[in-house]
């Protein structure tokens, strides 16, 4: 059974940084690509980055050039660095490995991120 580990979240103060972790565990095979998505309070989920197979990577426009995914295939392991935070980014943060002949979506049980003063 597949099981995805987030840590890393907390209490940050705008203009602060964090780095959010999230290892997969179990039976994971072909993997297609690894993502973050954030649900910010009384908002739905959305896509925050996402890392392919090849490495290549894709960003929501709202944190270009601030957030950083990147990956460790040896670890199963896919991390999220985020600079420069601001108080729209507090959300609970979601990873998810798409896996599998017939992909598959696995997700994590999320992590808080608070941004502010």
């Known amino acids: 059974q597949v099981q995805l580990v987030e840590s890393g979240g907390g209490l940050v103060q705008p203009g602060g940084s964090l780095r959010l972790s999230c290892a997969a565990s179990g039976s994971i095979f072909s993997i297609n690509s690894m993502a973050w998505y954030r649900q910010p309070p009384g908002k739905e989920r959305e896509l925050v980055a996402r890392i392919f197979t090849g490495g290549s990577t894709n960003y929501a426009d709202s944190v270009k050039g601030r957030f950083t995914i990147s990956k460790d295939n040896a670890k199963n392991t896919v991390y999220l660095q985020m600079n420069s935070l601001k108080p729209e980014d507090t959300a609970v943060y979601y990873c998810?490995?798409?896996?599998?002949?017939?992909?598959?979506?696995?997700w994590g049980q999320g992590t808080q991120v608070t941004v502010s003063s």
């Open positions: 998810k490995y798409t896996a599998g002949w017939i992909p598959t979506d696995y």
